[in-house]
């Protein structure tokens, strides 16, 4: 810290009933105060004669400004961590290794069981949308594969696949029998997109939650209930 800022003390604030450590910093020139939230936690710098008091209405006025910064931290820590150099990410029945190549043209690419990357891309923000787009590249041929098959064997038609990125939807399907299904089913066993498949299809003859639909879905996944269980137990690889 230079000569016109001081760390004068650490308090913790409770924030939408969760306390946080927070550091106050004092600034001679400054005149207003502001947040700063990062890796290190909460700092907030205040002007020299300012309070202890007008700093924590502060950060409680600012409460779901910094919920939201620290969940971004949170999140690019754990991307970080994941997309380190032999890591596993989830594929289908199984994993791939995280590999860096050095001298690599193409950015990323399958190689057996292990999917390289190109050294230049560790740990820069775009390696995720690089990984999110190969996956869904992925997607399109095997489930839509997967969805021709169940399709067949339950005798209920649709009419066209869309790969999606919903965030808290697995699948979906229209009136018109177009059928949406999520990429990150693709972090998933084949057996656990197979439900969602099945699902979607037999919304195609009853558009409900009813005992006939259950019934439906039971008839071809009997083992629904533990499928839908892995899906609320998903937590992104990255």
């Given at each position: 810290?230079?000569?016109?800022?001081?760390?004068?003390?650490?308090?913790?604030?409770?924030?939408?009933?969760?306390?946080?450590?927070?550091?106050?910093?004092?600034?001679?020139?400054?005149?207003?105060?502001?947040?700063?939230?990062?890796?290190?936690?909460?700092?907030?710098?205040?002007?020299?004669?300012?309070?202890l008091r007008q700093a924590e209405q502060f950060l409680s006025d600012h409460a779901?400004?910094?919920?939201?910064?620290?969940?971004?931290?949170?999140?690019?820590?754990?991307?970080?961590?994941?997309?380190?150099?032999?890591?596993?990410?989830?594929?289908?029945?199984?994993?791939?290794?995280?590999?860096?190549?050095?001298?690599?043209?193409?950015?990323?690419?399958?190689?057996?069981?292990?999917?390289?990357?190109?050294?230049?891309?560790?740990?820069?923000?775009?390696?995720?949308?690089?990984?999110?787009?190969?996956?869904?590249?992925?997607?399109?041929?095997?489930?839509?594969?997967?969805?021709?098959?169940?399709?067949?064997?339950?005798?209920?038609?649709?009419?066209r696949l869309t790969i999606r990125s919903q965030k808290s939807r697995w699948g979906?399907?229209?009136?018109?029998?177009?059928?949406?299904?999520?990429?990150?089913?693709?972090?998933?066993?084949?057996?656990?997109?197979?439900?969602?498949?099945?699902?979607?299809?037999?919304?195609?003859?009853?558009?409900?939650?009813?005992?006939?639909?259950?019934?439906?879905?039971?008839?071809?996944?009997?083992?629904?209930?533990?499928?839908?269980?892995?899906?609320?137990l998903f937590s992104s690889p990255w």
């Open positions: 810290m230079n000569g016109t800022a001081i760390a004068s003390g650490q308090g913790e604030i409770v924030l939408q009933g969760e306390p946080f450590p927070y550091l106050l910093v004092r600034v001679r020139s400054r005149k207003r105060m502001s947040l700063r939230v990062d890796g290190q936690g909460i700092q907030v710098r205040i002007p020299w004669r300012g309070t779901a400004w910094i919920r939201q910064q620290l969940h971004r931290v949170q999140q690019a820590s754990i991307e970080k961590r994941a997309l380190q150099e032999g890591n596993r990410l989830p594929f289908l029945d199984g994993f791939l290794q995280l590999r860096y190549g050095t001298g690599q043209i193409r950015p990323l690419f399958q190689e057996g069981e292990q999917l390289w990357v190109a050294d230049r891309l560790h740990g820069m923000p775009e390696l995720v949308d690089l990984l999110e787009g190969w996956y869904r590249q992925q997607a399109l041929p095997h489930l839509s594969a997967r969805l021709a098959v169940w399709s067949a064997e339950m005798g209920v038609p649709f009419a979906s399907c229209s009136a018109r029998k177009n059928i949406s299904l999520n990429w990150r089913l693709m972090c998933l066993p084949i057996r656990v997109g197979d439900y969602v498949m099945v699902h979607e299809l037999c919304h195609l003859r009853h558009m409900n939650h009813s005992p006939e639909f259950w019934a439906m879905v039971a008839s071809f996944i009997p083992e629904h209930l533990a499928c839908r269980r892995q899906l609320r």
